[in-house]
C-alpha cells in the first residue's frame, strides 16, 4: 500500500516523537484544466449574483476580458450556469473581450429555446454586419457566435443587455390587440371584398379572347427562388411583388412602357393566391380599377390542367423584371 501511495501521490516524511516516520499527504498538483473550471465557476456565480429577474426570467451579461478567442471556456461558464440554475428560467450572454478591436466569441445560453431564439434574433439586429460567423443553432438552450469589436465600447455591454431584456419580455395576449388594428386574415378578407377574383379557367378564356376591351395581361409576381422550383407560365409578366405597384402606376417614372393608362386588366396570380389579392388591390388603389387576381394561384393554375412553362399562351408579351434601384436611378 506504501509503494502505491508513492505511485500516486507525493508524500512527506517526518518522525514521530517515539522515533516512528509517518507519512504526510501532500494534495494533489492542480492541472491547468483545473484552474480554468475554478475560473469559470467564479465568472458565473458572478454572473448570477448581478443577474437580474425580469418577468420571472434571471438576465444576466458577463463580459470578461481575455488576452485571447476562448469560446471553450465560455461554454464551461455556461455548463455552471445550467447547473446551477437548473430549475428556474434564465438567459445569459457571454463574451471574453480582448485588449484590441479583433473578433471575440459570444456565447448566449438559456433554459429556454424560445428565449434563446428571440435572443439571436435580437443580437443579430443590434450587431449588424458585426457577426463573422454563428454556429447552427442546433442546441436549444445556446448560441455561439464570432463578434467583431465585441466589448470595444460601452455601447455593445448596452445592446446585449436590451437584447436580453426584449427576449424575455412576456407574451401580449393576441386576443387583446391595439385599437384600430386588424388581423391579416380580416385585412386579406376585407380586400377580397373589393375585387372581381376569377378561377385559372376564367383567366384562361380571358386570356385567349381575340378582342377584349381593354389590354389584359397575366402577372406573376412570385420571387424568382420560388418561380424557378414550382415553375411558371411563359407568357406571363414576371413582376416581383416588391415593385409592382411603381411598374404599373402610370405616374410612376419607373413604369412598364405598356402601363401608359388607367383602364389595363391587370391578373395578378401568386403561388396560391393569398399575396395576389393583396397586390391586386394595391394597383386598385393606383386607379387600376380593372385589376384582380386569380383564385388559388399558379397551384390551381397547374391543377386545373393549363399551360405551364414551355406551353405559355401566345401572342402575350414577356417582361423580364428590372431592379427597382436601377430603373429610379433618375428620381434621385
Given at each position: 500500500m506504501i509503494a502505491e501511495s508513492f505511485a500516486t501521490q507525493s508524500t512527506a516524511s517526518e518522525a514521530s516523537g517515539n522515533g516512528d516516520v509517518v507519512l504526510r499527504t501532500q494534495p494533489p498538483l492542480r492541472t491547468l484544466d483545473d484552474v480554468r473550471l475554478q475560473v469559470a465557476h467564479e465568472v458565473a456565480v458572478r454572473a448570477i449574483t448581478k443577474s437580474q429577474i425580469l418577468d420571472g426570467v434571471r438576465v444576466g451579461i458577463s463580459l470578461s476580458l481575455s488576452q485571447s478567442e476562448d469560446d471553450s471556456f465560455l461554454h464551461k461558464v455556461a455548463d455552471v450556469i445550467a447547473h446551477q440554475l437548473a430549475l428556474g428560467d434564465y438567459l445569459f450572454a457571454l463574451a471574453t473581450t480582448l485588449p484590441s478591436a479583433?473578433?471575440?466569441?459570444?456565447?448566449?445560453?438559456?433554459?429556454?429555446?424560445?428565449?434563446?431564439?428571440?435572443?439571436?434574433?435580437?443580437?443579430?439586429?443590434?450587431?449588424?454586419?458585426?457577426?463573422?460567423?454563428?454556429?447552427?443553432?442546433?442546441?436549444?438552450?445556446?448560441?455561439?457566435?464570432?463578434?467583431?469589436?465585441?466589448?470595444?465600447?460601452?455601447?455593445?455591454?448596452?445592446?446585449?443587455?436590451?437584447?436580453?431584456?426584449?427576449?424575455?419580455?412576456?407574451?401580449?395576449?393576441?386576443?387583446?390587440?391595439?385599437?384600430?388594428?386588424?388581423?391579416?386574415?380580416?385585412?386579406?378578407?376585407?380586400?377580397?371584398?373589393?375585387?372581381?377574383?376569377?378561377?385559372?379557367?376564367?383567366?384562361?378564356?380571358?386570356?385567349?379572347?381575340?378582342e377584349v376591351g381593354a389590354p389584359t395581361f397575366l402577372v406573376d409576381i412570385r420571387p424568382e427562388a420560388q418561380r424557378e422550383r414550382m415553375g411558371g407560365i411563359l407568357g406571363s409578366l414576371v413582376i416581383e411583388r416588391n415593385v409592382l405597384e411603381w411598374r404599373f402606376d402610370p405616374r410612376s417614372e419607373a413604369r412598364l412602357p405598356i402601363a401608359d393608362r388607367y383602364d389595363l386588366r391587370v391578373i395578378v396570380f401568386c403561388q396560391e393566391g393569398y399575396t395576389s389579392s393583396l397586390a391586386a388591390y394595391a394597383l386598385q388603389q393606383l386607379g387600376l380599377l380593372n385589376a384582380t387576381d386569380i383564385i388559388g394561384g399558379f397551384q390551381a393554375w397547374k391543377d386545373a390542367g393549363l399551360p405551364t412553362d414551355g406551353q405559355g399562351l401566345a401572342g402575350i408579351e414577356q417582361a423580364r423584371s428590372m431592379s427597382f434601384e436601377s430603373s429610379m436611378v433618375s428620381t434621385r
Open positions: 479583433g473578433a471575440t466569441p459570444l456565447v448566449i445560453c438559456s433554459s429556454s429555446p424560445s428565449f434563446l431564439h428571440r435572443a439571436i434574433l435580437l443580437t443579430s439586429s443590434k450587431f449588424l454586419g458585426r457577426i463573422l460567423r454563428s454556429d447552427d443553432a442546433s442546441n436549444p438552450h445556446r448560441w455561439a457566435a464570432l463578434v467583431q469589436g465585441l466589448g470595444s465600447s460601452s455601447y455593445d455591454d448596452d445592446a446585449l443587455r436590451d437584447a436580453l431584456h426584449k427576449a424575455t419580455l412576456a407574451p401580449i395576449d393576441p386576443l387583446l390587440p391595439p385599437p384600430g388594428s386588424r388581423s391579416i386574415a380580416q385585412i386579406l378578407a376585407d380586400t377580397r371584398a373589393k375585387l372581381q377574383r376569377i378561377t385559372p379557367e376564367q383567366a384562361y378564356d380571358e386570356l385567349r379572347e381575340p
